[in-house]
């Protein structure tokens, strides 16, 4: 009961998220597309701020790519922003993993709160870090299966936790990609109950844009990452 009274207290019973993480329905109909996917967040629920201040316990997300339209993306988060922190448009699993090191020690980022996107591209960064006498960074590929029976994988679980560090007062560091990306994800809940991510293959089908800087983002979410939680003071 803690989890559904949390739900009901930080979201209201008429919310979606209450119908979807509680009552296991589907969203509300105006907000569904014709193949039932329902943007995963509100435009007026993003909050974009100038780039002040340090980082807290930070988390950094890597989402390699190689050499086609998408983009390298690393970026770095706290309990309170996020921030593009590099872009690189060609790459290679050696760029990547020198790159990673690079902003790692400026950051202050210890491997064990680094995740890497180990799917595809990002399939040998991993190796590359360890060859440079890096730590073990968390590599995962997220359309393994959760842990937790709501989500049909880790990238569902991990997308729906970012969701919810948005709702509690999360902010992004101005960078001209953030607001089309954010906006572009879809979800949806499956016949099983289970949360799905529309896949990036589908949203090329679609035309929307390479979520490359939210993919990085949402990594930060795995579950097996954890942040000291501070008093929101916004």
């Not at 922003?81 to 980022?109: F, M, R």
């Not at 709702?167 to 992004?172: A, D, L, M, N, Y």
């Not at 929307?208 to 949402?218: K, T």
Request: neutral net charge; contains cysteine; charged residues 30%.
């Amino acid at each position: 009961w803690g989890f559904v009274n949390e739900i009901k207290s930080r979201y209201g019973e008429d919310s979606d998220d209450y119908a979807v993480e509680v009552l296991g329905k589907f969203p509300r109909a105006d907000a569904v597309d014709s193949r039932g996917y329902v943007p995963l967040f509100i435009e007026g629920e993003l909050k974009f701020v100038p780039d002040q201040g340090n980082f807290i316990e930070p988390v950094m997300g890597v989402d390699p790519a190689g050499e086609g339209v998408n983009k390298s993306t690393w970026v770095v988060r706290d309990q309170f922003k996020a921030k593009i922190v590099a872009e690189e448009d060609v790459s290679n699993p050696k760029s990547v993993a020198q790159k990673t090191i690079s902003l790692a020690h400026y950051y202050s980022i210890p491997s064990r709160r680094i995740v890497v996107d180990a799917f595809g591209a990002g399939m040998n960064v991993s190796q590359e870090l360890a060859l440079a006498g890096f730590g073990r960074v968390n590599a995962i590929n997220v359309g393994d299966k959760s842990s937790d029976e709501r989500y049909l994988n880790l990238r569902a679980e991990c997308y729906w936790k970012f969701r919810e560090w948005v709702k509690t007062g999360g902010e992004f560091v101005r960078h001209s990609v953030w607001k089309e990306q954010l906006l572009s994800i879809r979800y949806r809940p499956e016949l099983s109950g289970k949360l799905k991510m529309m896949d990036k293959a589908t949203m090329r089908r679609e035309g929307y844009v390479s979520p490359d800087a939210v993919d990085a983002m949402a990594l930060t979410f795995f579950p097996k990452i954890k942040i000291m939680l501070l008093p929101m003071m916004r």
